[in-house]
């Protein structure tokens, strides 16, 4: 069964109505997805590789020009005030999107000064989110010389640096020890219960059973399920995983292959 | 304004930054003009004897070709260095900034200029030091850098429209390619009076050779008149071909 849902605006952080994206050759990489996010929900975004949940997040983001359908991001509409929704949102994306040859602080002034933060809001701002994600030692050093982990955590600094009111976070904790996924976890309670919206995509199930006030569950560019993680669990009496094959047809590693689709993350 | 003029500044830093680290990347783009310049000044001396070579000695014929590979060696890596913004993330991460995107390719573009000019100023003091004299005087040397500049973005050009378009690192280093007939089929070797047949027409062919001419036009022979005036429009109508083609790929990938 395919989902449709009635947008209620009042208090809708995130309302999207029938959006579709068709790469070249026909590749139907999202297709007439509709979904809303309430002000202050955590939303987990599920499915697949090759799913579309990527796509979506990149649409939503303002990163990729949709093909249909409509979207607004905190009231405003993709496409007519995207410079007002990209000051009122964060991404951390999939990879590392810092500038490597540069250190923590360099990414942090040039990414807070694009958002026009002043050099004081960027250091106060800064310096509280390299404290909680334990990155003040490193934060003069070239990123280049990160772990993995560091520069994932670095990324989610730059992309939480102008307090944004809603956090599309894309696979935020892979490549994480357990302390620090936990840290970072904790860390996204703690900015959902202050007000954030947060729309996450996660291959860990046991992430999204923990974080999320409701998932949706994407395959094959259609949400094929949504709703509370709880009751989704319930409905078949079993985990999200049981919850995420049912409604999928395959397990979470398992990959939709489209020879065509492009990367969209090579895609600017 | 004042914002924007902030925004434009921290990546025309940025975009310079990017162009100088790893430091020790920079030293080959130093090395290579000097070496050219010491082997080919040494190797062909002897044709300033030549009837028809209108030059003292070689050194100061050829001092000319090592500051104008100097640019070419400065600006030539912009397309691989954007290609790695692409690749990495880090141009999605610009683009999610509420910013003018056109402030990313022109910051960026002004940088590699300015840089290009840093390193002919660099340049001039090696090869004063190798024996080069030069004329002109202040107002002749000004010149020099204004051209170099926009030689540079123009050649800088050439690199990102390639970025845009291929998105891919391996095309852009094997653009380096481009730099060989660019930079020889010119009068780099012999004046234009001594070359002959297809050559020649080639040499008259490549804009870079009249922005060469210029330069050394005004640096070895002191003069700034008709040669140096058709430098500079060949260097503003290569440069505008060039930025043209960077700034339509760039509008053409951004806007997919």
């Known amino acids: ?268 | 304004m004042k914002a924007e003029l902030a925004k434009f500044l921290i990546l025309f830093n940025r975009g310079f930054k990017q162009a100088i680290r790893p430091y020790m990347a920079v030293v080959p783009e130093f090395l290579i003009p000097i070496f050219y310049f010491v082997v080919n000044s040494a190797a062909f001396q002897k044709v300033a004897s030549l009837p028809g070579f209108d030059q003292a000695s070689y050194l100061q014929f050829y001092a000319p070709v090592a500051l104008l590979v100097s640019i070419f060696m400065s600006s030539g890596s912009t397309g691989l260095e954007t290609v790695t913004d692409i690749s990495t993330g880090f141009m999605d991460r610009m683009f999610l900034a509420p910013v003018n995107r056109w402030y990313i390719v022109l910051s960026k573009l002004l940088a590699v200029g300015v840089k290009s000019v840093i390193s002919l100023l660099i340049m001039t003091i090696f090869l004063f030091l190798f024996g080069t004299s030069f004329h002109g005087g202040i107002v002749g040397f000004i010149l020099v850098l204004f051209l170099a500049l926009i030689f540079a973005m123009g050649w800088a050009g050439i690199g990102l429209s390639l970025a845009f378009i291929t998105k891919n690192p391996r095309i852009l280093q094997s653009s380096y390619v481009f730099f060989f007939p660019f930079s020889f089929i010119t009068t780099s070797q012999l004046p234009l009076n001594l070359l002959s047949g297809w050559y020649k027409t080639a040499v008259q062919l490549n804009p870079v050779t009249y922005i060469l001419e210029a330069i050394r036009s005004v640096l070895i022979r002191g003069e700034t008149g008709y040669t140096v005036a058709l430098g500079f429009l060949v260097a503003i109508l290569f440069a505008t071909a060039t930025l043209s083609l960077s700034l339509w790929s760039f509008k053409r990938s951004v806007l997919k």
């Open chain 1, 1 to 268: 069964m395919l989902y449709s849902v009635h947008m209620l605006k009042e208090n809708q952080a995130i309302v999207v109505e029938n959006l579709s994206k068709v790469y070249p050759k026909n590749v139907r990489a999202v297709s007439d997805v509709s979904f809303s996010v309430k002000e202050g929900e955590f939303f987990g975004f599920l499915g697949p590789n090759g799913a579309g949940k990527t796509t979506t997040m990149r649409m939503l983001s303002t990163l990729l020009k949709p093909s249909s359908g409509k979207v607004s991001i905190n009231g405003y509409e993709i496409g007519k005030q995207d410079d007002w929704i990209r000051c009122s949102i964060g991404f951390a994306m999939q990879g590392v999107t810092l500038d490597l040859t540069a250190s923590g602080w360099e990414n942090m002034m040039l990414i807070g000064t694009l958002y026009e933060l002043s050099k004081k809001e960027i250091e106060e701002n800064g310096k509280k989110l390299l404290k909680l994600l334990d990155l003040e030692k490193v934060a003069s050093v070239w990123v280049k010389n990160y772990s993995g982990g560091m520069k994932k955590k670095m990324d989610l600094v730059i992309a939480l640096l102008h307090s944004p009111k809603i956090l599309f976070l894309d696979e935020p904790t892979e490549g994480l020890d357990p302390v620090s996924r936990r840290r970072v976890w904790d860390y996204l309670k703690e900015l959902n219960k202050k007000g954030t919206t947060i729309f996450l995509t996660t291959h860990y199930m046991q992430e999204a059973d923990y974080l999320c006030d409701r998932v949706a569950i994407i395959d094959r560019g259609q949400i094929v399920k949504m709703g509370d993680p709880q009751e989704l669990k319930k409905e078949i009496n079993g985990s999200l995983d049981d919850v995420f094959i049912k409604y999928t047809g395959h397990s979470i590693g398992e990959e939709n292959i489209n020879k065509n689709a492009p990367d969209p993350y090579i895609n600017i």
